[in-house]
C-alpha cells in the first residue's frame, strides 16, 4: 500500500514476454518518478489494473480504448448504412418522378401550340379587319 493507502496487484508482471522476472511494484520500487521536465516516467514498465474511467481527465486502458474503437466503427458502419438507404431512397424517389415531369413538358408543349394556334388564328382575324380597314379608307380616299 503506498502513502495515498492505494494498493497493486501482485499479478502484473513487467514484461509478459520475458519469464522469471519480479512484479511490478511501482511506487515502493521507484520504477513510476517525476522527472525533471515534470513528466512521470515508468521505465518502460507497464502499468495494469487500471480501472473504469470516471473523470474527463482519467487514463484509461487498452481494452477501453479498443471498445470506444470498436463502438465508433460500428456508428461509422451504420452512419454509412443510413447514408446509402437515403441516397437510394431519393434515386427511387427521383426515378418514380421522371414519367409524372414527362407528362407535365408534354402538357406543356400541348398547351404552347395550342397558343401559338390561336395566336396564329386571330393575327390572320387581325389582318383580315386591318385589310378591310384600308380597303375602306382607300374607297374614301382617305389614304
Known amino acids: 500500500m503506498d502513502k495515498f493507502g492505494r494498493s497493486f496487484s501482485s499479478s502484473c508482471a513487467v514484461n509478459s514476454n520475458q519469464k522469471n522476472i519480479k512484479i511490478l511494484q511501482a511506487f515502493s520500487t521507484n520504477t513510476l518518478s517525476l522527472g525533471e521536465n515534470g513528466q512521470y516516467d515508468g521505465k518502460n514498465h507497464t502499468i495494469c489494473n487500471l480501472g473504469e474511467p470516471v473523470h474527463p481527465n482519467d487514463a484509461v486502458n487498452k481494452a477501453y480504448v479498443d471498445s470506444k474503437w470498436e463502438e465508433f466503427e460500428r456508428t461509422i458502419q451504420q452512419l454509412n448504412y443510413q447514408i446509402a438507404t437515403v441516397n437510394e431512397n431519393i434515386s427511387v424517389m427521383i426515378f418514380d418522378q421522371i414519367p409524372t415531369i ?35 379608307l382607300k374607297d374614301k380616299k382617305i389614304i
Open 102 to 136: 414527362h407528362k407535365k413538358i408534354d402538357d406543356a408543349d400541348e398547351h404552347t401550340m395550342e397558343l401559338m394556334k390561336k395566336s396564329s388564328e386571330y393575327i390572320q382575324i387581325i389582318g383580315i379587319k386591318l385589310e378591310d380597314v384600308m380597303i375602306k
